[in-house]
Every structure is written in structure tokens, then in C-alpha cells.
């Protein structure tokens, strides 16, 4: 079946401007995941939803980052008034489920890559 | 929080010579810790991945090992090939939270 998908692939913003970014997750994974991925670096969590629950934003870098998941399925990570420091490679990674005892594979998509000048 | 240092950076090896990646963890909660495989441009992608009431799994080529006393786990990817070329991270994950926590990434270079 299809995997993530995210769009756009690439986003070019100047330094400002509000963006939002879109992810489709695996459908029936009910756990979503955001992460930030600098160049040369490993993926930093941003924050994570339950079905349409968002039960950890302990990432997210200040409050011009936003995210949602209204119904559940499909996520939008939203930037307000870009900044230099905000250009990486967004990644959004999907789960089955959340059961105790431990976590499960994330599958990631193809990340966007935003550029801010 | 859990932190995850991992070494080395980069790693050249020719091809059919094994390699290891070693990674540490601060938390002594987490029990769960997947390596990811990540070509140039694109998604990272689970190649392994091994929970805490385990020490060693296999899978083909590569292994992976776990030292819960220690906090440290490691890949070993043997009879290399050039196609394994790519970065590794390793990562860890504690029960209350599914969030990953990465290493800084293994750059791995197999030469013909």
C-alpha cells in the first residue's frame, strides 16, 4: 500500500512569510509523528499525535510552530513568520498503534525541505 | 530527557569487512531502540530494531546488540557491500512516550 507522503517536497519561503506543511500518514496509524532534521544531523521530535489528540508538543522550537490533526488522519505543520533558523527538512513519521510495552516502527515520508532566505 | 550519543561519525570499510556503530543512551527507562538507514535525499528507513527483554537480534547481515546495564547498543553489518553505503542513526524510545530520541548519525562508506 502507499506509505507517507508529504507535500510540498520543497518550499522556498522568505524570511517572514507563514508556511504549512501537509502529511499523510499510513492509513489506520493512529500515532503521528513531526520531526525537524537539520542538515548533517539526526531528526529532533517536534511533537506527536494520537488519532487527532496532540499529546506531546515538547519539541516544537517556539510558539510560531503549529500543528493539528483535526480528524484524525492527515496533519499540517504550520510555521508563522519564517526564520533563517527554521530551514531543514521537515519529516513526518506514522505508527499502527500505541500499545504498552513499548513502541512501534515508525515509517517516515519523504520529508519537505524548507528553505527560508 | 533521553539523549543518544553516537559514534563513530564516519566509518570506511571495504567491501566484505564488517562494520560497527555504537551508541549510548541516558535513560535507563528506554526500551526500545531502532537503527534507521538514510540515503542521500531521502526518508530515513528501519532496518533493525531491538527492545529492551532482548539482547541480541539478527536479521540477515546485520545485528544489532543491546547492554542494558551499560546503556549502550550497537549495529554490526558484516560482509559489507558498497550498496550499504548511506548514514545510520540509531535512536531510543522510553514507555510513556513513542517519541524517538536520535543519535547524530553514522556516515558509512563501503569501498569496492
Known amino acids: 500500500g502507499a506509505g507517507v507522503s508529504q507535500s510540498p517536497r520543497y518550499k522556498v519561503a522568505k524570511r517572514g512569510q507563514d508556511v504549512a506543511l501537509r502529511c499523510d500518514p499510513i492509513s489506520g496509524h493512529v500515532s503521528l509523528f513531526w520531526y525537524q532534521q537539520a542538515l548533517g544531523q539526526g531528526p529532533e521530535f517536534l511533537t506527536y499525535?494520537?488519532?487527532?489528540?496532540?499529546?506531546?508538543k515538547s519539541g516544537l522550537p517556539s510558539d510560531r510552530f503549529f500543528a493539528e490533526r483535526p480528524e484524525g488522519s492527515v496533519s499540517t505543520l504550520k510555521i508563522q513568520r519564517t526564520q533563517q533558523e527554521d530551514s531543514a527538512v521537515y519529516l513526518c513519521a506514522s505508527s499502527f498503534t500505541v500499545t504498552s510495552g513499548g513502541a512501534k516502527e515508525q515509517f517516515f515520508g519523504p520529508g519537505t525541505r524548507l528553505t527560508v532566505l | 530527557g533521553e539523549n543518544v550519543e553516537q559514534h563513530p561519525s564516519t566509518l570506511s570499510v571495504q567491501e566484505g569487512d564488517s562494520a560497527v556503530i555504537k551508541c549510548t543512551y541516558s535513560d535507563s527507562a528506554s526500551n526500545y531502540f531502532p537503527w534507521y538507514k538514510q540515503e542521500l535525499g531521502k526518508r530515513p528507513q528501519l532496518i533493525i530494531d531491538?527492545?529492551?527483554?532482548?539482547g541480541e537480534k539478527k536479521d540477515q547481515r546485520i545485528a544489532v546488540t543491546l547492554n542494558k546495564t551499560a546503556k549502550h547498543f550497537s549495529l554490526h553489518i558484516t560482509e559489507t557491500q558498497p550498496e550499504d553505503s548511506a548514514v545510520y542513526f540509531c535512536?531510543?524510545?522510553?514507555?510513556?512516550?513513542?517519541?524517538?530520541?536520535f543519535g547524530t548519525g553514522t556516515r558509512l562508506q563501503v569501498f569496492p
Open positions: 531491538i527492545r529492551s527483554n532482548v
Open positions: 499525535f494520537q488519532n487527532e489528540a496532540q499529546l506531546d
Open positions: 535512536a531510543a524510545s522510553t514507555p510513556n512516550t513513542d517519541k524517538l530520541i
